[in-house]
């Protein structure tokens, strides 16, 4: 399937009421939004890049209007620079369309910048929740003790 058809089938199955101009009309307006161009509609999938892929996949999800989004690892397949970039647009959409994320991954760093929440999963389990800088500024389980210190830090050299 192109992309126009795959950003479309969300569209039809979940919003009936929307006229295929009103449907196109709001895929236009989102694919600007996520910083691709127009003619991207008429490619396949497999012709991009990963962020430009991810972003293909972000359209998608918001083609439907939804309040939630659950992002499982959506920058783990991607390079540093792409992966801040992906990050900055979600906090973009967020702002300007007030859709909420929820947010799955093992990398704190995407924590730290992207949530105000945060749930410590640990054996399945929530093993400590709270604000996002109370629970990584002053971590009570030693689950989120051991993700913390897992993460690299530059140590300073100057004596």
Same mark, same amino acid.
């Given at each position: 399937?192109?992309?126009? $058809?795959?950003?479309?089938?969300?569209?039809?199955?979940?919003?009936?009421?929307?006229?295929?101009?009103?449907?196109?009309?709001?895929?236009?307006?989102?694919?600007?939004?996520? %910083?691709?161009?127009?003619?991207?509609?008429?490619?396949?999938? /497999?012709?991009?890049?990963? %962020?430009?892929?991810?972003?293909?996949?972000?359209?998608? +999800?918001?083609?439907?209007?939804?309040?939630?989004?659950?992002?499982? $690892?959506?920058?783990?397949?991607?390079?540093?620079?792409?992966?801040?970039?992906?990050?900055?647009?979600?906090?973009?959409?967020?702002?300007?369309?007030?859709?909420?994320?929820?947010?799955?991954? /093992?990398?704190?760093?995407?924590?730290?910048?992207?949530?105000? /929440?945060?749930?410590?999963?640990?054996?399945?389990?929530? %093993? $400590?929740?709270?604000?996002?800088?109370?629970?990584?500024?002053?971590?009570?389980?030693?689950?989120?003790?051991?993700?913390?210190?897992?993460?690299?830090?530059?140590?300073?050299? +100057?004596?």
């Amino acid at each position: 399937m192109r992309v126009l $058809e795959i950003l479309q089938e969300g569209q039809v199955a979940l919003l009936p009421g929307l006229s295929a101009s009103a449907r196109r009309a709001g895929i236009d307006k989102l694919i600007n939004q996520v %910083g691709l161009r127009r003619d991207s509609l008429a490619r396949y999938p /497999h012709e991009f890049s990963g %962020g430009q892929r991810q972003r293909i996949a972000i359209t998608r +999800a918001l083609a439907v209007e939804p309040e939630l989004i659950i992002c499982d $690892e959506p920058t783990s397949a991607l390079d540093v620079s792409v992966q801040a970039q992906i990050l900055d647009l979600l906090r973009d959409l967020q702002r300007e369309l007030g859709v909420s994320y929820l947010f799955i991954t /093992h990398n704190i760093g995407v924590v730290e910048y992207i949530a105000d /929440h945060v749930a410590v999963m640990q054996q399945g389990r929530i %093993g $400590e929740a709270g604000l996002a800088d109370a629970v990584l500024r002053s971590p009570r389980s030693e689950a989120t003790k051991s993700l913390l210190a897992a993460v690299p830090r530059i140590l300073s050299l +100057a004596r």
